[in-house]
């Protein structure tokens, strides 16, 4: 009989997919639900349990791990007589992993202090790679206690994990992540049109920016992408344009300026309004080939 805790998993996406069968590798034993079928036989599969509801999936859980896409789900996932709140036991610890609004964040614990269920955000970064390799880095707002109590469970599923500070703070560090991702990957693919169009050999000119100062985790995880103009997701622009939304409002509340932040959050609303929101992040590249003249690869 395992004495870990017994979580509940609720968004089994590109991320809370890979994620949640690591803690079912480190032992752990995970009821899940998600609104697709074959995200919920994939669970099954990999040795976890599929509800058919979330009040089932939480119901005897001591965790219970949230993972879906944004501030509205995570509120219809949490409230109402068929969320979290109302159907976990007194004393559970949400573990919520999405990436959404410092508020809904703070908001979300403050209401379940009142049924006497505790919160930590827990935002991550790393994408689906460092999901499935158990690498990402996990940044958490919350109490010292609570923190502690789900590092554990935390390092089955990150290598970097970091209290930040009050509840929303994971929050707040996390959309400082997504600003510099997409500015960093448009950067990389302004560099890699115009390389292309000097007729360099773009393999070889990515590798040896990776090795000096203009190399990143961007540019290594997504130098293929750029190459093969595979923009399979990944990381989807309907996100990233979630995220870059979180962090202009969010620093338009504290008064920081973020002029490059700013253009960049146009550049991705734009490529979704052109029908790319679909595709990962680094279709960034299909903008500034437009720009540029070029027509991108169908
Ligand atoms: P996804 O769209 O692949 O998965 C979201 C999951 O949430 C889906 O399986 C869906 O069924 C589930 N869901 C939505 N509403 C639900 C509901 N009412 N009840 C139950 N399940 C529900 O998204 P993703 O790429 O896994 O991203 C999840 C979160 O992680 C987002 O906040 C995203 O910004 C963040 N994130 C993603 C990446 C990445 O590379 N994909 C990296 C870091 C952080």
Redesign the pocket.
């Known amino acids: 009989m395992s004495t870990l805790p017994k979580i509940a998993w609720?968004?089994?996406?590109?991320?809370?997919?890979p994620m949640s069968e690591n803690l079912i590798k480190a032992g752990y034993d995970v009821t899940g639900?998600?609104?697709?079928q074959d995200?919920l036989d994939r669970l099954a599969a990999a040795g976890g349990t599929a509800a058919k509801s979330?009040a089932e999936a939480v119901k005897d859980a001591d965790v219970v791990v949230t993972?879906?896409?944004?501030s509205p789900?995570v509120e219809?996932?949490a409230y109402g007589p068929d969320g979290i709140l109302e159907n976990a036991k007194s004393g559970a610890l949400i573990v919520d992993?999405?990436?959404?609004t410092p508020q809904t964040s703070v908001d979300l614990a403050k209401n379940a202090k009142e049924k006497g269920i505790r919160v930590i955000d827990a935002?991550?970064?790393?994408?689906?790679a460092?999901?499935i390799e158990a690498v990402?880095s996990i940044m958490v707002g919350g109490e010292q206690a609570d923190f502690d109590e789900a590092k554990p469970l935390l390092e089955a599923l990150g290598k970097t994990i970091v209290l930040c500070g009050p509840h929303g703070s994971g929050q707040t560090v996390?959309a400082a992540n997504q600003l510099i991702v997409a500015v960093n990957i448009q950067a990389c693919a302004e560099a890699v049109v115009f390389l292309e169009k000097s007729g360099v050999d773009l393999t070889a000119a990515l590798d040896v920016l990776n090795g000096g100062l203009a190399g990143s985790t961007v540019l290594t995880r997504k130098k293929d992408n750029f190459l093969n103009r595979d923009f399979k997701?990944?990381?989807?622009i309907d996100?990233?344009h979630?995220?870059m939304g979180i962090v202009t409002d969010a620093a338009r509340n504290v008064g920081a300026s973020l002029p490059v932040g700013a253009v960049v959050a146009q550049l991705v609303a734009s490529l979704r309004a052109q029908g790319d929101g679909g595709l990962d992040h680094s279709a960034l590249l299909r903008s500034v080939e437009r720009l540029s003249g070029e027509k991108p690869a169908a």
């Open positions: 609720i968004g089994l996406g590109i991320m809370g997919s639900f998600t609104l697709e995200k979330i993972m879906v896409p944004a789900q219809a996932i992993m999405s990436s959404i935002p991550v970064s790393g994408g689906e460092g999901a990402l996390k997701p990944g990381f989807r996100l990233h979630k995220d």
